[in-house]
């Protein structure tokens, strides 16, 4: 079964780290890009980072830049989300999305999401 | 960074009936690079359209999508109950990548 699961979400104080975890079944994961969107509570989606399949290329929106980091584990077949210096801004719904293919950032198929919150 | 305002917010429409969804960037996008998702709370999100007018594997020819340059149009030609969602746009273009602030297709 073609799956994206997300886990690592909770409540952390501004200033705090959290590393989000997304666990892919059903498909050759190194040979698609994934991205990051999220969605705060009662709004929009935004876009927040992707990975090549291979790993050695990461784009980052500019809200992200210096405070998140994406990365990847093909041998695992699980990507990531490391995210230092929380911002209240930074609650959401964190999604994991991969990539329909090389070179195009549409997203076939999307996990249900991990929920953080930044609050003291 | 390419803005995209996505019209009307909300659009009140009974079973049966055909939905436009409108979605116009602040410049210029790729018919490549422009697709629609549908929301549905509980659910994962799923791609519709992509490249502009292409429908993604499972969805249903009642689905369609169309324009170019900074107009695009999503028209559900007979809604489904199951259609009742929101719906967004997106385009990505030189290592950035916006959506639409997304149109909700209400029961009326």
């Known amino acids: 079964e073609v799956q994206l699961l997300e886990s690592g979400g909770g409540l952390v104080q501004p200033g705090g780290s959290l590393r989000l975890s997304c666990a892919v079944s059903?498909?050759?994961?190194?040979?698609?890009?994934m991205s990051w969107v999220r969605q705060a509570p009662g709004k929009g989606l935004e876009w927040v980072s992707a990975?090549?399949?291979?790993?050695?290329?990461?784009y980052k929106a500019d809200s992200v830049k210096g405070r998140f980091t994406i990365s990847r584990d093909n041998s695992k077949n699980t990507l990531y989300l490391q995210m230092n210096s929380l911002r209240a801004e930074d609650t959401a719904v964190y999604h994991c999305a991969k990539h329909i293919a090389v070179g195009r950032w549409h997203f076939d198929l999307w996990g249900r999401g991990t929920l953080v919150t930044v609050s003291s | 960074e390419i803005v995209l305002t996505q019209s009307p917010g909300t659009l009140s429409l009974s079973p049966g009936e055909r939905a436009t969804l409108s979605c116009r960037a602040s410049q210029s996008v790729s018919s490549t690079n422009l697709a629609w998702y549908q929301q549905k709370p509980g659910q994962a999100h799923r791609l519709l359209i992509y490249g502009a007018s292409s429908r993604a594997t499972g969805i249903p020819d009642r689905f369609s999508g169309s324009g170019s340059g900074t107009d695009f149009t999503l028209t559900i030609s007979r809604l489904e109950p199951e259609d009742f969602a929101v719906y967004y746009c997106q385009q990505f273009g030189s290592s950035a990548l916006t959506f639409g602030g997304g149109t909700k297709v209400e029961i009326k």
């Open positions: 059903g498909f050759t994961f190194s040979s698609y890009g």
């Open positions: 990975i090549s399949g291979s790993g050695d290329r990461t």
